[in-house]
């Protein structure tokens, strides 16, 4: 199991919207998330800034992105998602979230 | 099981400690950590700020912290970090790292 955190910013005005959508994520997109191997997915606001921890646990991190964004209604979802959104100027070339870190974990 | 997420400053000039000492964390701190029932702990740095994340799997929250801030080793252990961190503007009176909002959860 590998773990993952990143950040993101959201719009001053779309914080209502993207907890609505957020309450009320459609059923597929978390469908979908499993099948991609993706366990324990949390998302924290603290202001404009989001925080997101999740579990990976398949063996091929990066064919699971890929199947992820193949998927047409993960694609309408972030159609959704990503207008509310502001990548954080740290983020690398091609990063939407950015990851962050890990200074200490216990199990 | 409840999920707890919360997040600090690191002083500009103390990040390199408070790295090197979470790299070295005491094992009685750790020990302490899981005896009052703290599982699956995680530290992040984004910039200044630091987001943890951990969930509590014992039966009363506040118990579990009054047994910790009684243990003499954790004592020392904050006596260390606290100097490195401010806590953010939002925290309220008696808060130290600063909870914040889960928007979003799938197992």
């Known amino acids: 199991m590998?773990?993952?955190?990143?950040?993101?910013?959201?719009?001053?005005?779309?914080i209502l919207a993207y907890k609505q959508l957020h309450?009320?994520?459609?059923?597929?997109?978390?469908a979908k998330i499993t099948e991609c191997n993706i366990r324990n997915y949390s998302i924290?606001?603290?202001?404009?800034?989001l925080f997101?921890?999740?579990?990976?646990?398949?063996?091929?991190?990066?064919?699971?992105?890929?199947?992820?964004?193949?998927?047409e209604v993960t694609q309408a979802w972030w159609s959704v998602c990503k207008p509310l959104q502001i990548p954080v100027s740290e983020a690398k070339p091609g990063e939407w979230w950015h990851d962050i870190e890990e200074v200490f974990h216990l199990d």
């Open 2 to 14: 590998k773990r993952y955190a990143s950040v993101i910013t959201l719009k001053p005005d779309a």
């Open 23 to 30: 309450a009320h994520t459609w059923k597929q997109v978390l």
């Open 44 to 49: 924290y606001l603290y202001g404009n800034t």
């Open 52 to 71: 997101s921890y999740f579990e990976y646990v398949g063996d091929d991190y990066e064919a699971d992105m890929a199947k992820m964004a193949e998927d």
